[in-house]
């Protein structure tokens, strides 16, 4: 328990915590003769470069479009917002693309805060549970209707999401794969699924129909509602090829009969 | 089977396959257990077949001993989740805090060696030790503040540490230089007067003038070869206390894995300077 009245280590935690995150407010007495030290300057910097080293190497795409000198301004301004919390890194950034999205410097970069999920989505599921994919063998010799009540669920490494602002699987995709950027695609709606069925994660383009299957997988519906959610998001979807493609690319760990 | 370990590196990302090739004996791979806190993944699958092949020590950075506050359960239970699988030859973490009220400072931050501050990290460590079922090493930070009030000598403090919690000690020589340069105390009677016994490991590593300040302020970097200052310190504790697990520890300014395995060799080589001797 941390006792409620702090004692002399708490008291110089909180100023010292304090001073590293902002060095214009005038320190606490504790700590005052320690932050007129020019080797203060290396808890700080260590603690700052730190945080945005990590904030960089999970938002690869990110960075890569903005630049470095961008990006690190930017997540200076995120990290004295939103400070790590767990020291394994690989989950800081969580809240990245929501920050991107109010942060007036990135208003004229639309599909940043879209990228950003993406670049999330590659390292949930590049740290997600090993589990082996369903072999698309064992749906293919299912009769349609004894498929159509039967649940097919997500892969614990499978993320998906449809974009109806821009092409942000595009964008995204080219940039994580360090592939040329520029401005040869079609300015359109898209979606994008990542699977990790082995050890490294893979991505492909997914359609309207296909993120909407995939939300109705995951809430749990039959294949039937999944079908009926992928035709109303997209009414000339073609499910046979959409289930096919999905399987394909290892976006189920196991089906269930109801 | 009881492997001796000899000397160890620190194991990066791009080094993965250099390193499960690598048939040196005695070789041991260090991580920081905070890269492996992961549900699955190919970090944990290499980090698997490495250990199939080599020993491995987990090098803690964020179980935040020395702050004012019981270790994070969640953490701790992770961390117990890491050493159940990969069941590591050594556990260290350090006299330092980095989480305080829930917020992630990623470096080691120092704190007045009060006798406070010495029940507190002692039931942390016992704590630790305990979830764990394993003795821990406590590593010496590398210090750049001139902070008054210490009621404790480091030494000592250390000391009781072991005393209090059965604990051990992890010795970085290149923290001792770095620290005696930079609060101007004496490295070679710092090492002379530490618990030999106690030493359950040896961390060697890189360090750089700080970029504003220069010579005057040495920084703990790891981002560069041992210092030949640090190899004589490093020689003389050795014939002091004789053979400890020593580890190259590089984080940055990576070289490819035949220099480090070359600096590698030059501990090996130290280490193998006692058993002569005593043969």
């Not at chain 1, 995120?78 to 790590?84: I, L, T």
């Not at chain 2, 010795?171 to 620290?179: E, I």
Request: hydrophobic share 50%; charged share 20%; with cysteine.
């Amino acid at each position: 328990m941390q006792s409620p009245i702090p004692g002399a280590l708490a008291r110089f935690q909180d100023a010292f915590a304090l001073a590293l995150r902002a060095p214009e407010a005038r320190p606490a007495a504790e700590i005052a003769a320690l932050a007129a030290q020019p080797a203060f300057a290396v808890y700080r910097n260590t603690v700052m470069k730190g945080c945005i080293d990590a904030l960089q190497a999970n938002f690869r795409a990110v960075a890569r479009i903005v630049g470095e000198k961008w990006f690190r301004a930017a997540a200076t301004v995120y990290w004295r917002e939103a400070p790590p919390t767990d020291p394994a890194m690989l989950d800081y950034g969580i809240s990245f693309a929501d920050f991107l999205e109010r942060f007036d410097p990135a208003a004229g970069l639309p599909y940043l805060p879209g990228v950003a999920r993406l670049d999330r989505f590659w390292t949930e599921a590049h740290a997600a549970m090993d589990h082996d994919a369903l072999d698309p063998a064992a749906v293919a010799g299912l009769a349609p209707e004894a498929l159509a009540a039967n649940v097919l669920t997500p892969h614990p490494a499978a993320r998906w999401a449809w974009f109806a602002d821009g092409p942000i699987y595009t964008i995204w995709s080219r940039n994580r794969a360090d592939q040329p950027f520029d401005a040869d695609f079609d300015w359109r709606p898209e979606g994008a699924l990542l699977v990790r069925p082995r050890d490294v994660v893979e991505w492909i383009a997914l359609d309207a129909a296909g993120c909407a299957f995939l939300d109705a997988c995951v809430a749990g519906g039959t294949l039937g509602k999944a079908a009926q959610a992928a035709l109303q998001a997209q009414d000339d979807a073609d499910l046979a090829q959409l289930l096919a493609t999905l399987l394909k690319a290892g976006a189920f760990r196991k089906y269930e009969t109801q | 089977m009881t492997t001796v370990l000899t000397a160890g590196l620190g194991l990066k990302p791009q080094h993965y396959d250099a390193a499960l090739a690598c048939p040196a004996a005695g070789l041991w791979f260090e991580v920081h257990p905070e890269n492996y806190m992961v549900a699955g993944g190919p970090r944990l699958a290499w980090l698997e077949a490495i250990r199939s092949i080599h020993a491995i020590s987990l090098h803690g950075v964020g179980l935040s001993l020395a702050a004012d506050a019981d270790p994070d359960p969640a953490h701790l239970a992770r961390l117990a989740g890491l050493v159940r699988r990969i069941e590591p030859a050594l556990i260290s973490e350090h006299l330092a805090w980095s989480v305080w009220r829930g917020t992630y400072h990623p470096d080691l931050l120092p704190f007045p060696r009060s006798s406070e501050a010495l029940a507190r990290i002692a039931d942390n460590i016992s704590r630790t030790q305990e979830t764990l079922q394993r003795r821990i090493a406590i590593e010496n930070p590398s210090h750049y503040l001139k902070i008054d009030g210490h009621a404790w000598d480091e030494i000592d403090f250390l000391a009781e540490l072991t005393q209090r919690t059965g604990c051990g000690l992890l010795l970085d020589v290149n923290n001792v230089y770095v620290s005696a340069r930079n609060l101007g105390y004496s490295a070679d009677a710092y090492l002379d007067a530490f618990p030999g016994e106690q030493v359950m490991e040896i961390h060697l590593a890189g360090h750089m003038p700080d970029p504003n300040l220069g010579e005057e302020l040495l920084v703990d970097s790891h981002d560069a070869p041992v210092a030949p200052e640090v190899w004589a310190l490093y020689a003389r504790l050795i014939s002091r206390i004789g053979t400890r697990p020593t580890l190259i520890e590089r984080d940055d300014n990576l070289p490819d894995f035949r220099t480090l395995l070359a600096e590698r060799e030059r501990a090996a080589a130290v280490l193998r300077a006692p058993l002569s001797k005593a043969a």
